[in-house]
């Protein structure tokens, strides 16, 4: 599977520039061992298949978060990830300004990364929203998508701002979302443009389809998301059955049944942390 793989997909380093359940967990918290349980209770050669293309995470992730304590966010490039614009920076804490410095870099106004929150991987995307919201669409320029959500049956979930609506904090906070890096396929670890193809392209249209580039791209089994969609959604806890609602962002194209979650974002001062008061939107992997 990896060779064909490799045929088709062309591993590359960043490209240069040019019933919903909302509220229910509300001032719940998490350990490291639960979170590290979520992240990584999963089948072996599920996991292996995806840490094997990717090197992502590859070997056992680090306890915890960044400078900021356990709700802090910190670069991971081990693997193919070191070769991106954020190589370097490897377990550092990841700030705002790393973000907006390099989207600056970017046609759309776009920037990634894999990171690591509370021992589980994560990809942070910064769009320069508040720059181009207010522009034509047909500029190319990226912005925030707040979209109707439908299951992979069809049927109508709810609007992303039906949940930011409730709980502001859901909404991207400072032209920053954080996703829980796990493909609602089979939990492989979607990267941020490490593979060369026009889904990756340094490119942007609207309407959360498998149009331009800009895409989370999971190699495994090539489902793609668009971080610039962000729609209400239904999944199943894994271990128990029960569904729930979520926001996440839309899955564009692939095998994935439907998009990934958000993890709500908060800053402090510079520093990107992770809320934990939805964790039950991260269980379809438990």
Request: glycine share 14%.
């Amino acid at each position: 599977m990896v060779n064909i793989m490799s045929r088709e997909y062309e591993l590359k380093p960043a490209p240069s520039p040019q019933g919903s359940n909302l509220g229910s967990n509300e001032g719940k918290t998490i350990n490291r061992r639960q979170f590290l349980r979520y992240g990584f209770n999963t089948a072996t050669g599920v996991l292996a298949a995806s840490l094997g293309v990717l090197g992502f995470s590859a070997i056992l992730l680090p306890p915890g978060g960044g400078a900021s304590g356990d709700l802090g966010v910190v670069f991971w490039a081990k693997g193919r990830e070191d070769e991106a614009w954020y190589g370097a920076k490897h377990e550092q804490p990841m700030t705002r300004t790393d973000f907006v410095d390099e989207a600056a870099k970017s046609s759309t106004g776009t920037a990634g990364a894999a990171g690591i929150w509370n021992g589980v991987p994560v990809i942070v995307t910064y769009v320069d929203h508040t720059k181009y919201a207010g522009t034509p669409e047909f500029n190319g320029k990226a912005r925030f998508q707040f979209m109707e959500g439908y299951d992979e049956t069809g049927k109508r979930i709810g609007h992303f701002e039906d949940l930011s609506d409730s709980d502001p904090r859901i909404f991207p906070s400072d032209n920053l979302v954080m996703i829980f890096g796990r493909c609602t396929h089979l939990c492989c670890i979607p990267g941020w443009q490490l593979v060369s193809n026009s889904y990756t392209d340094d490119s942007w249209t609207p309407g959360g389809g498998d149009g331009g580039g800009t895409k989370l791209f999971c190699i495994c089994h090539s489902s793609r998301f668009d971080p610039t969609a962000l729609e209400m959604n239904s999944n199943r806890n894994r271990s128990s059955g029960a569904t729930f609602n979520y926001a996440g962002i839309r899955r564009s194209g692939g095998p994935a049944p439907v998009g990934l979650p958000l993890i709500p974002v908060q800053l402090n001062g510079d520093l990107i942390e992770g809320i934990t008061d939805y964790i039950d939107w991260y269980t379809y992997c438990d």
